[in-house]
């Protein structure tokens, strides 16, 4: 098994309804998001996907400088985030799993393993 990763940055702003506490009021973060493609076999010429493409694809469903409960119906948490970006990705590759970095010391994965 091949596995590569991609990774974006964006900033955005959203507020956690329901949480309490600070993260209910509007705040920001610049997001770090990375993509993980798996594959059994190569393509030609020996690669699962271009990394410049991958990497267009994702900054084209980024929602940069975005408030993101303006953007998504769902509470905009990086759980959230991280399952919407593997859907929206896995459109196009067959995505293993795709985290979410909120912070550099926070994330969320979503995966189907």
């Given at each position: 098994?091949?596995?590569?990763?991609?990774?974006?940055?964006?900033?955005?702003?959203?507020?956690?309804?329901?949480?309490?506490?600070?993260?209910?009021?509007?705040h920001?973060?610049?997001?770090?998001?990375?993509?993980?493609?798996?594959?059994?076999?190569?393509?030609?010429?020996?690669?699962?996907?271009?990394?410049?493409?991958?990497?267009?694809?994702?900054?084209?469903?980024?929602?940069?400088?975005?408030?993101?409960?303006?953007?998504?119906e769902?509470?905009?948490?990086?759980?959230?985030?991280?399952?919407?970006?593997?859907?929206?990705?896995?459109?196009?590759?067959?995505?293993?799993?795709?985290?979410?970095w909120?912070?550099?010391?926070?994330?969320?994965?979503?995966?189907?393993?």
């Amino acid at each position: 098994m091949w596995t590569i990763k991609v990774s974006r940055r964006f900033s955005a702003a959203h507020q956690i309804h329901g949480m309490g506490g600070k993260c209910e009021g509007v705040h920001g973060h610049n997001y770090r998001v990375e993509v993980e493609i798996s594959a059994k076999k190569l393509k030609r010429p020996g690669m699962i996907a271009d990394f410049i493409d991958v990497g267009k694809k994702l900054e084209s469903i980024l929602p940069d400088h975005k408030m993101l409960n303006q953007v998504y119906e769902s509470n905009p948490t990086s759980e959230n985030l991280a399952r919407r970006f593997y859907d929206e990705m896995q459109q196009f590759y067959p995505v293993t799993r795709v985290t979410v970095w909120e912070t550099d010391d926070s994330c969320a994965t979503y995966s189907v393993d």
